[in-house]
């Protein structure tokens, strides 16, 4: 298994001149750092999926994906490239907010600027404003009383007087404004369970919360901000649907996430070996040069085949070695290796699917939207960056030490940032004036159950003939930079 023992490398290895310049969130060239699609009909398959593309031609949107353009560039001269844990290198740095949607930018810094960073917000590109706010703790800092709180890259449990069972932190990670640590907790797990032994019941929550505030202050040092949040329960895994078998030469028509083919598309829905459904993520390279396909490690893929939802043809097979916990991500080992370079959008289940061509990588930050491509639900876009660099329990208790916190705003169509069964799927962020998809990051787990909208419904929800739909308003993922660097993977595209 690789690098489940959180043996990073992260900080003791240099960021490559290639990868520094697709930190950039601009249309990158495949020459850059990504590798170009696999031949063998990817290119064909690529223009008839994209054949029936619905381009994004709201005025709006499109003026904010403009200036998200430009304000990422410039957070990424500030952050020298950086990805959102690696900035804590910065001396004084805090954190960084984008706000596209007045095209400002807000710097949280611990004492002075240094003279470099004064130079670019005094030569700001035209129309956009910035300001620094003073940050009471640096990143570095907040990482060093995080680390308080970790014992083998894991946090510890914790005990309060009067509590037989202990605390289990949930979430743990910088305040954007640098005034402490916000961390969230639950009750300790069950034998064998994702959720608490004993959810705590709201009428102790405020005197709880006081107390493991008081206690992970004392532990750290610093300002802490302590919340209750059990991790949202995973749904049993529904029955495989019946399976059939796949046309010998699709065409367009037939082309849907659910039935996908090589050159495989990523978003498109997969079985996994138990029989539940899951999404691909991205088309990859690993570090012997194989083409596979990724999707979430906790989807239970290790030594098993996985074939495509609803067609039932075999995709591939995951086999333990290419797979990382912390990152939730594991590789899928494709008998037939093209692979397109594009991710399905689009609703889960039209009569009909398009894609879009990836184009490269970008770091996150604070005030980004990025969009959710789940293959169960279909995709979710103008989600909201609310925190990045926040170690979280996923699915069954498993540690994810780096992920971005994301929710849905007003701008999201349907209010939701995803459907249960989307796991694995690829968060990207819409460039080109929404002609193209920047990779952000792979779905680890949801936050906050919310109704189902009107348009998520068991006709429309790849699995909705199995079980209930399950609708939530953010979503944790693993940033891509983490994934590729972990596990020397190199991102195809389009």
Known sequence: MKDTGRSRRRAATAIPVAALALSLPFIASPSAGASVQAPGGAAAKAAAVAGEARPVTDPRLIAIEKKQEVLDKVAGQITEGLSESDRARIPGFTEIEVDPDH???RLHWKGSPPQRVQRILAHLPKGVTASVLPARYSKADLHAARNKLLRGGKPVMLRVAGVSTPIR?????????????DITYADALGPGTATPRDPLAPAVRKDRSREVKALTGRLTGINTTVSYKAPPAEAATPAAPVSRPAAAHPNASEITRQTDFAPWTGGSALKNP?????????????????NMLTTAAHCNGNDGLWRTYAGGDAVGSSDGLEVSTADDVQGIDLPKPQLSGYLYDGAAKLAYDYS?????????????????????????????????????????????PITDLAYATSLTP?????????????????VNN?????????LTAFDTTVTCPADETATTVADGHVRTPWCFLGLYYVPIYQ????????????
């Open 414 to 430: 349907d209010g939701i940032a995803g459907v249960n069964g989307d796991s694995g799927a690829p968060v990207f962020a819409g």
């Open 434 to 442: 929404y002609t193209a998809d920047e990779a952000r990051g792979t």
């Open 103 to 105: 095209n400002g930018l």
């Open 356 to 400: 879009k061509p990836v184009t490269g990588w970008g770091h996150n930050n604070v005030g980004d939207y990025v969009c959710e491509d789940g293959a169960n639900g279909g995709v979710h876009c103008n989600i909201k960056i609310a925190k990045t660099d926040i170690g979280t329990s996923g699915v069954g208790g498993w540690w994810r």
């Open 483 to 494: 994934t590729l660097h972990d596990m020397n993977w190199t991102l195809v595209t389009g």
């Open 274 to 290: 138990t029989g539940g459904i899951c999404s691909s993520g991205f088309g990859i390279k690993n570090e012997k040069g194989q």
């Open 169 to 181: 932190i949930t979430s743990i990670g910088p305040a954007v404004d640098g005034n402490g640590l």
